[in-house]
């Protein structure tokens, strides 16, 4: 499954990095810690957070996440959102909270 | 032998990460197998965070032969009173800011380790601190 394909079945808003909407998804990693991510995401992995600064745009693309999705409606500063268009990866935004995101795409990562 | 030089601010949060992108790339290009590549990005990214967060400004040197990667890096700042402790996953000495942007969880020098084949650090209080990792690409 491809990052477009979850924005339109998940109804997420794309807030930047649109050239990374082809990315392959290979599943998911739901933390706010950036040590955490940085350890345990894999490669291609979603990865869902509240978290809005250029930090975390760091750590996806060193761990080469396929799209960030910020929960809540918490909106990227502009830095994060400069280098989400850098990185190409996508910066997604949803009114959900991570334990609905999360368990609505381990629904349909897993299907 | 391929040697890369990188300088590090402390406090300079929106660079943090920059020479581990730097490093990344050059492995890449030199073809170096993309699960040691991985290693290496997660320790580097985490010692370059750990620079930031607690020291005033450091140096990062980095030496690419064929068998081997070492990287070291030197800071002036306030050391380690107590290495084995802050290798404690969950021990942290971070401020209530660095912690709110997500880090400072005590998990750095424990990604690190678990990271590289080998990892020395010196620690000087009120002088600085010097991590040195190594990572041997024929034996991983």
Redesign the interface.
Known sequence: MKVKDIVDKLNLEVLGGETGLDNEITGAYTS?????V??NIQ?GNLWI?L?T????M??A???EASAVILVRKYQPEP?MLEKANEENIPILATEMGAFEISGKLYQLLNN | MMKLDYKIEGGD??N??HA??EV?KVLKKLNVDPKIT?RV??SL??AE?NVVAHAYRGEIFVEISTNKIIIKLVDEGPGIHNVDQAMEEGYSTASEEVRQ???G?G??L??IN??TDELNIYSEVNKGTTVEMITYLDKN
């Not at chain 1, 706010?32 to 955490?36: N, R, T, V």
């Not at chain 1, 600064?53 to 975390?56: A, D, I, M, P, S």
């Open positions: 706010d810690l950036l040590s955490d940085m350890g490669d957070t978290q600064h250029k930090n975390v760091a750590v693309s060193l761990r830095d | 949060f929106t943090a990460g581990s992108s990344k991985r990005v997660v990214y985490e965070v942007m997500g880090f969880a998990m750095g424990a990604n678990k990271n």
